[in-house]
C-alpha cells in the first residue's frame, strides 16, 4: 500500500487464528489497514467479523492457547509489535496504546476502588508515588467529567451508572496520555442519550491531547459522526475501506452497500426494510469464494469460485469485489455524487 | 395410550369482536402502578393501544417500558391502575381467568438466548402453548408447528433440533413462532431486536411487520432503539422514570418532538449520514438518569432539562393534547404555544391554559 512514514500504525497482512474443536477458526485472515496521526479510524463489522479480534491482536491480547497470530506485520511508530518481547509489549500497552471495552462492568476490577484501579496505571507506567498517583486520578476523573471527582474517587465499580463506569474506563485508558486509544464498542451498552455524551466526550478529549483513535462499532451513524476513514470488516477479511464521506456517499461494495440499507432512517417514509438475506458465515467452514457470496445480492458464479481481488477505486478507496468497479460507479451515480476519481 | 376423539377436549375459538384494524382501543391502560419495594417502576400511566396499530414504547434503562409490558400481561403484577381488555380488567383477574386470555395476549422476549428452555426441541417449545390450549395434538399439532416454522422463515427440517443449534436471529424467530401459536390478538414485542446483529434486525422487523398484515396483530414494540421504534410503529410513547412524558403519530415525534426528553433522546440518535452528522446541533444532555427509588420532584426529567425553571421542581406535568393527537407532559408549553425553544424565559404558558388531557 504505502510507506509507514507519518503513519501512527500500520497493520499489515495480520493473520490471528483460533483452533477449536470445530477446527481452524480464521477470525482475521490477511488483514491490512493504517491510521495517521490525529486521526480517527472506524471498524465496521458485525459479530464474527474479526473487528475485536484484529484490535485484540494489535496490542497482543490475543489468549494463547488457543489464539495465535500467526502472521502478519503490526508497525506502531516505526517498530514491529509481534517482534517485542513480551516485557517490551507491556510497556507499551497501557502506555502507548490503551484500550477501552464494550462493558465497562466486566472491564473494571469489581473489588477494587476507582482510585487504585486509576494509580495502579501511573505508578506502573510512569513512576509515580502513591499521593501523585492519587491527585491525577482525581484530576482524571474531572477530566471526564466525573461530578464531585474528589468525593467519588474512592468508589467501587458498582456506586457507579453504566455511562459513568465508561467515564472511569476512558479516564484509565487515558492516564498516560496514549498516542492511541482503542475503543471496542464504547458506547453499545450504554443508552442513547450517555451514549452521546461518551463520544462527545471522546471527541473534545481527541482534540485536546490530540490522541489517535481506533473506534470500533456496528453502528454507521456512529460512525458517521465521529470517524475519518472506514474499515469494513465481514468473516475475518477487509472488505472496505474509505475516507468516512466516501464510503457513505459511494460504497464500493455490496455488504457495505447492504449495511447501509438495512439501518432504518429515522427521517425516512416507513416501507419495507432493506435486509441482507441469510446469516453470518461461519467463519471455521469457509468456502473458496468471496465469503459474502451466499447472502450477496449481486452474486455470479465467479464470485463462488474464486476470491475476489482487493480493488483499488480512488485514491484511498478499496474494495474487496470481484464488480468492486461496477458497484462503485452504480453508487456514484445513485448518489448523484461529486466524488471525483483519481487514477 | 389410544385416546378416541372424544376424550381430546378441544376448545373452540370464542369468538372475538371484530379485527379490522378498527382503530378503537383494543387495551386500556388506566392509572397503571408496579413498584418493587421502593422502586416505582411504573408510576401512573393511562394509555390505550388502539386496534390493528402498532404502538412503539421507547425509552432509557430504567424508565420502565419493559416493566409495563410484562405487567399489562401479569408477568409483573401491577400494584395499582386497570388493564382493561375486551371489558375485562387483566389486573384484576384471577390466575385461571387470566389464563384463558393469554391465549389472546401473548409475547416474545428480548433474549432469544435465556427464552428458550434449552432442554426443548423447537417442535416441542412451539408445540407447547397449542397444548396448554388444547388446540391441537399429535399430527394435528406437528403440522400445525411446521406450518408455524415456515411462516416464520424456519426450515421444517429442523423440528427437532435445540436451540442451541441456532444462531440469535433464528432463536428469535422460534420465539415468534412460539408467541404466533395460539393466533393471538395482541403481541408484546420486548425489545425483539436489540439482541441482534444489524442486518438480521432488519430481517426479523421485516418479519414482525408482515405477520401482522397477515394476521391482524396489535404489537407494543417495546425498545430503546429509535431507529426500529421509527420504522415499525403507527404511534410512539415515550417513558421517562416511570411516566409517559410524550404520545404522538411516528413521525412526528421524530419530526417535531415537543418535550425537551424527546427532543435530547432523538438529537441523541446518530445518523448514518457524515454530511448530516457534521452539520447538526446535538442536545447533549448533563448527567445521569436519576435513581427510581427517589425521583425528582415536580417534572422528573427536571434535573437534566436545558428548560428547566422553578416552577418544574414543583408542578408535575400531565399529558396534553399540545397539537392534533400529540401529547405531551411539560409545563413549559401549551397549545398556543407549542414551540418551547420561542417560550419567553422563565415562562409556563401551560400552567395558564389548561388543554385536553389523557385522563
Request: aromatic content about 6%; proline content about 7%.
Amino acid at each position: 500500500m504505502s510507506k509507514s512514514k507519518g503513519k501512527l500504525l500500520e497493520v499489515r497482512d495480520l493473520c490471528t487464528y483460533f483452533e477449536t474443536e470445530d477446527g481452524t477458526v480464521k477470525a482475521v485472515d490477511g488483514i491490512s489497514f493504517a491510521l495517521e496521526r490525529g486521526e480517527t479510524l472506524g471498524i465496521v463489522g458485525e459479530s464474527g467479523s474479526g473487528k475485536s479480534v484484529s484490535n485484540l491482536s494489535v496490542i497482543r491480547l490475543i489468549p494463547t492457547p488457543p489464539g495465535e497470530i500467526v502472521s502478519g506485520e503490526i508497525i506502531f511508530k516505526g517498530q514491529d509489535i509481534l517482534l517485542l518481547t513480551e516485557d517490551e509489549v507491556r510497556k507499551i500497552r497501557g502506555r502507548r496504546i490503551a484500550m477501552i471495552f464494550q462493558d465497562p462492568m466486566t472491564s473494571l476490577n469489581p473489588f477494587m476502588k476507582i482510585s487504585s484501579q486509576l494509580m495502579e496505571i501511573t505508578q506502573l507506567h510512569l513512576g509515580y508515588d502513591k499521593s501523585r498517583a492519587y491527585n491525577h486520578a482525581i484530576k482524571m476523573l474531572e477530566t471526564v467529567g466525573i461530578p464531585d471527582a474528589a468525593e467519588r474517587v474512592d468508589s467501587y465499580p458498582h456506586e457507579f451508572s453504566g455511562g459513568m463506569r465508561q467515564r472511569v474506563m476512558i479516564a484509565m485508558a487515558l492516564s498516560c496520555e496514549p498516542e492511541l486509544l482503542i475503543a471496542d464498542e464504547p458506547t453499545t451498552a450504554l443508552d442513547v442519550t450517555i451514549q452521546a455524551q461518551i463520544l462527545e466526550l471522546i471527541k473534545k478529549l481527541k482534540q485536546d491531547t490530540g490522541t489517535s483513535v481506533i473506534l470500533i462499532t456496528h453502528d454507521l451513524g456512529v460512525v458517521a459522526g465521529m470517524t475519518d476513514h472506514v474499515v469494513v470488516m465481514y468473516a475475518g477479511k477487509v472488505f472496505e475501506q474509505a475516507p468516512t464521506r466516501e464510503l457513505f456517499a459511494a460504497p464500493g461494495n455490496p455488504y457495505t452497500k447492504g449495511l447501509l440499507r438495512s439501518v432504518p432512517d429515522p427521517t425516512d417514509e416507513q416501507g419495507k426494510l432493506y435486509q441482507i438475506p441469510g446469516l453470518p458465515p461461519d467463519v471455521a467452514h469457509l468456502g473458496p469464494g468471496c465469503p459474502f457470496a451466499p447472502r450477496c445480492a449481486r452474486v455470479e458464479e465467479i464470485c463462488r469460485k474464486e476470491f475476489p481481488p482487493f480493488v483499488q477505486l480512488n485514491a484511498n478507496h478499496f474494495s474487496l469485489c470481484h464488480f468492486a468497479g461496477d458497484v462503485f460507479d452504480e453508487s456514484r451515480k445513485e448518489s448523484d455524487s461529486t466524488i471525483e476519481t483519481e487514477q | 395410550m389410544s385416546t378416541t376423539p372424544a376424550d381430546i377436549e378441544v376448545r373452540r375459538i370464542q369468538p372475538l369482536p371484530s379485527r379490522s384494524g378498527s382503530g378503537e382501543p383494543l387495551i386500556s391502560i388506566r392509572d397503571l402502578k408496579v413498584q418493587f419495594g421502593k422502586v416505582k417502576a411504573v408510576d401512573g400511566v393511562t394509555l390505550d393501544i388502539l386496534e390493528g396499530e402498532t404502538l412503539g414504547l421507547v425509552g432509557e434503562s430504567g424508565c420502565g417500558k419493559s416493566t409495563l409490558g410484562r405487567a399489562i400481561l401479569r408477568l409483573t403484577e401491577p400494584s395499582g391502575g386497570q388493564v382493561l381488555y375486551h371489558n375485562r380488567d387483566l389486573a384484576h383477574l384471577s390466575v385461571r381467568e387470566m389464563r384463558e386470555q393469554r391465549r389472546h395476549l401473548q409475547i416474545i422476549f428480548q433474549d432469544p438466548y435465556a427464552s428458550l428452555n434449552p432442554r426443548m426441541t423447537v417442535g416441542q417449545i412451539v408445540g407447547e402453548p397449542l397444548d396448554t390450549f388444547k388446540l391441537a395434538r399429535g399430527k394435528e399439532a406437528e403440522r400445525h408447528v411446521q406450518e408455524l416454522m415456515e411462516t416464520v422463515g424456519l426450515s421444517k427440517r429442523f423440528i427437532n433440533r435445540y436451540p442451541h443449534e441456532f444462531s440469535g436471529g433464528q432463536r428469535q424467530r422460534i420465539g415468534i413462532a412460539r408467541a404466533l401459536a395460539v393466533d393471538p390478538q395482541f403481541i408484546v414485542a420486548d425489545e425483539p431486536i436489540s439482541a441482534l446483529d444489524v442486518s438480521i434486525q432488519a430481517q426479523i422487523m421485516n418479519l414482525l411487520e408482515r405477520l401482522k398484515q397477515e394476521k391482524n396483530l396489535t404489537y407494543l414494540f417495546i425498545s430503546h432503539d429509535l431507529r426500529a421504534i421509527r420504522h415499525v410503529s403507527d404511534r410512539v410513547a415515550v417513558m421517562y422514570l416511570g411516566k409517559l412524558v410524550e404520545i404522538a403519530e411516528a413521525k412526528t415525534i421524530y419530526r417535531d418532538p415537543l418535550m425537551p426528553y424527546t427532543k435530547a433522546l432523538i438529537s441523541a440518535v446518530p445518523v448514518p449520514d457524515p454530511e448530516v452528522e457534521s452539520k447538526r446541533r446535538r442536545i447533549v444532555l448533563e448527567g445521569d438518569v436519576p435513581s427510581p427509588i427517589n425521583p425528582p420532584s415536580g417534572c422528573r426529567f427536571h434535573t437534566r432539562c436545558p428548560y428547566a425553571i422553578k416552577q418544574c421542581r414543583e408542578v408535575e406535568p400531565t399529558l396534553v393534547e399540545i397539537k392534533s393527537n400529540h401529547f405531551a407532559a411539560c409545563i413549559r408549553i401549551s397549545p398556543d404555544q407549542p414551540d418551547i425553544d420561542i417560550v419567553a424565559p422563565g415562562d409556563a404558558p401551560g400552567l395558564r391554559q389548561a388543554g385536553p388531557t389523557l385522563a
